[in-house]
């Protein structure tokens, strides 16, 4: 019976380290009761937790994927990472909890905390996605403009903004703004660009437009 124990150790070890290896990575708890910024450190992949008076680190957490933005989730305790060319954002809380389908290229998150929705601006496909947090699922997709950038959500009047580079070379001059319960395309506004351009009267000429890069303010003396 004895000889048989070692064998007996061996596959309890196995199976202990197999499923210590499944866990989720855990890291440090930031409690309630602390005042803290949190830091996205892109380059080194690290989340850092600093005390607002004192500038001092609380805690730094080190994920095992690469992300480029962070956004704080409506429950306060979990942040959201993503890339801009990663069709999934993670969401951590002291440990990796999951992941969020949210398409090609997510250039910006935009969230409702009332209803707790998320908005995600899709910059290769020129379409916005409605994630409901509950059950991290796409309840709708929104057409935009062509290669839209960013944009702000204002909950009240139920619209979003949406500015963006536009077609080809040129950036867009308007901010397009659309239903957040339809989709649909109700108006435009104007820039400051093209405010300014009207100000300017004969002279709007001075402001050049500059494809691929943006503008420039140009006198000729």
């Known amino acids: 019976m004895s000889k048989k124990c070692p064998a007996f150790g061996l596959l309890l070890a196995f199976l202990w380290l197999a499923l210590a290896g499944c ?3 855990a890291f440090a708890r930031i409690s309630d009761s602390d005042s803290v910024l949190a830091v996205a450190n892109v380059r080194e992949k690290t989340v850092s937790f600093l ?7 609380v805690a730094t957490w080190k994920p095992d994927f690469s992300f480029a933005r962070m956004l704080l989730l409506p429950d306060r305790h979990t942040v959201l990472l993503y890339g801009k060319n990663e069709e999934e954002a993670h969401t951590l809380d002291g440990k990796q909890k999951g992941e969020i389908k949210v398409g090609p290229s997510p250039l ?9 929705l998320l908005y995600v601006v899709d910059l290769q496909d020129a379409t916005l ?3 409901a947090l509950a059950d991290r699922r796409v309840t709708r997709t929104f057409r935009m ?3 839209p950038m960013g944009g702000l959500l204002m909950p009240d009047r139920k619209e979003l903004w949406i500015g963006g580079h536009g077609r080809g070379d040129l950036p867009e001059e308007d901010v397009s703004v659309f239903s957040s319960e339809t989709g649909q395309k109700q108006r435009t506004m ?4 093209k405010t300014l351009r009207m100000k300017l009267g004969e002279h709007a000429g001075l402001i ?9 303010f ?3 003396i």
Do not use: A, C, F, W
């Open 23 to 25: 866990q989720p990575s």
């Open 51 to 57: 005390e607002t008076e004192s500038g001092k680190t």
């Open 108 to 116: 910006t998150m935009l969230l409702d905390e009332k209803k707790n």
């Open 129 to 131: 996605r409605e994630i």
């Open 145 to 147: 403009n062509e290669s």
């Open 190 to 193: 104007d820039t400051h660009i």
């Open 208 to 216: 050049q437009t500059v494809r691929g890069i943006g503008y420039k």
């Open 218 to 220: 140009e006198v000729q």
